[in-house]
């Protein structure tokens, strides 16, 4: 009995799974403008036209030019919709588009919703921004890529890398490339991508562990304050995983130029 993506297939290309005298497809491929960013310079201009082995799978397709799945929202294979896993069983035109807000729901690959992230070693300044705006972010520099998988694989939360290969890992379900190496516009990306504008809360987020701020009275942070600190300065918060204590110092009118800068954007 033939399965669903034999059927689908069939619908789509008019071979079913039997129907393959050569072993090898033919597949032009069409990458949206703003997934073009991931190939080389010499195929971002033209489809890219590749010969590849019968019932290769979609993601497989996609990502051996260089696009990672979850920079991918909807696949059409001669205007079909698929999944990634899908297989490729006849010469066909692939068509590969990134995120957006307006695909259909039953087409769309990318989770919706997603408010929770973990960020690879290199993206210290954004996940430090981020967590400056309220965003959930975990972050270790020290963090090997193992590490990162397994923290995905437990949490469910989305992979912020510059990474390529990581983000290509199957256990990745969720994450971003962020296009920019500068951590102000990475942070503007990020908040785009995942529609996280509505979600902001700045200054309720440790800047150092990620855990969340709540308020202290004066007299429970005193042991932990300088001299003049505690002359000048009534209103504390403190983090309730690392118990780092925070006021509105000198150095608040730095962060807040910078949480106006990102939030103008």
């Not at 008019?14 to 032009?28: C, D, H, K, Q, W």
């Not at 590849?52 to 929202?73: F, L, N």
């Not at 972050?139 to 998988?149: H, I, K, Q, S, V």
């Not at 304050?225 to 608040?252: E, V």
Request: charged share 30%.
């Amino acid at each position: 009995m033939p399965d669903d993506n034999d059927r689908k297939q069939k619908e789509i290309t008019g071979f079913s799974t039997g129907a393959n005298p050569t072993g090898r497809v033919l597949i032009s491929i069409l990458f949206d403008k703003a997934l073009r960013f991931f190939l080389k310079r010499s195929q971002r201009e033209d489809p890219v036209d590749r010969a590849v082995d019968y019932k290769t799978s979609a993601k497989d397709v996609i990502e051996a030019c260089g696009v990672p799945h979850p920079e991918v929202d909807l696949i059409l294979v001669d205007g079909q919709s698929v999944r990634f896993g899908y297989q490729i069983r006849a010469d066909s035109r692939v068509e590969v588009f990134p995120y957006s807000p307006g695909h259909d729901p039953a087409s769309r690959l990318q989770e919706r919703g997603i408010e929770a992230f973990v960020a690879d070693g290199h993206l210290g300044k954004l996940a430090r921004d981020l967590r400056l705006l309220g965003i959930d972010v975990l972050y270790d520099n020290t963090a090997a890529d193992r590490d990162l998988l397994m923290i995905i694989r437990m949490t469910g939360r989305a992979l912020l890398s510059r990474d390529r290969r990581l983000l290509m890992h199957g256990a990745i379900k969720n994450g971003f490339f962020p296009r920019s190496q500068q951590p102000l516009e990475q942070t503007v990306e990020v908040i785009r991508r995942f529609e996280l504008s509505s979600k902001l809360a700045p200054f309720t987020r440790c800047l150092r562990c990620n855990g969340i701020l709540n308020p202290a009275p004066k007299e429970s942070v005193l042991g932990r304050l300088q001299p003049l600190t505690k002359l000048y300065y009534n209103d504390f918060s403190q983090c309730s995983l690392c118990g780092q204590t925070y006021w509105r110092g000198s150095h608040i009118e730095k962060l807040q130029k910078r949480v106006r800068a990102l939030c103008n954007q």
